[in-house]
């Protein structure tokens, strides 16, 4: 691999690029806007006033997405699931492991689950 593209992918990681970019995939193909353009550019400015703590994050799924999919890591429904199955959720959902604070022996409810995804 030649250092300018070697570069160049350390450079999209350092600024999570694919993530962002693959996070805006999904919100259009969710809410297929008539004006994709502008509803990018919302998208971005809601991101960038989430970051401030400003406005709310755009989310792509709601209470009741969040609450079927614990239910499906949570097979047998014992009110709570291990942190390995919240990371295999959170990687389906195309969101970041990277920052994750539960040890191995911490159960996580479905309360926990929606407010941290």
Same mark, same amino acid.
């Given at each position: 691999?030649?250092?300018? $593209?070697?570069?160049?992918? !350390?450079? /999209?990681?350092?600024? @999570?690029?694919?993530? +962002? +970019?693959?996070?805006?995939?999904?919100?259009?193909?969710?809410?297929?806007?008539? @004006?994709? @353009?502008?509803? /990018?550019?919302?998208? +971005? &400015? @809601? =991101? %960038?006033?989430?970051?401030?703590? &400003?406005?709310?994050?755009?989310? /792509?799924? !709601? &209470?009741?997405?969040?609450?079927?999919?614990? #239910?499906? /890591? *949570?097979?047998?429904?014992?009110?709570?699931?291990?942190?390995?199955?919240?990371? #295999?959720?959170?990687?389906?959902?195309?969101?970041?492991? &990277?920052?994750?604070?539960?040890? *191995? !022996?911490?159960?996580?409810?479905? !309360?926990?689950? %929606?407010? $941290? =995804?």
């Amino acid at each position: 691999m030649a250092a300018g $593209e070697q570069q160049g992918r !350390d450079y /999209l990681q350092r600024h @999570r690029l694919p993530q +962002l +970019l693959h996070r805006l995939g999904a919100l259009l193909l969710y809410h297929r806007p008539e @004006r994709p @353009r502008e509803f /990018l550019i919302q998208a +971005l &400015e @809601r =991101v %960038k006033a989430g970051k401030r703590a &400003e406005g709310e994050y755009p989310y /792509l799924m !709601d &209470e009741a997405n969040l609450a079927a999919m614990f #239910e499906l /890591l *949570d097979v047998v429904g014992q009110g709570h699931i291990t942190p390995a199955q919240y990371r #295999e959720g959170l990687k389906t959902l195309g969101l970041s492991t &990277e920052d994750l604070q539960f040890g *191995d !022996d911490v159960n996580i409810t479905l !309360d926990v689950f %929606k407010e $941290e =995804v």
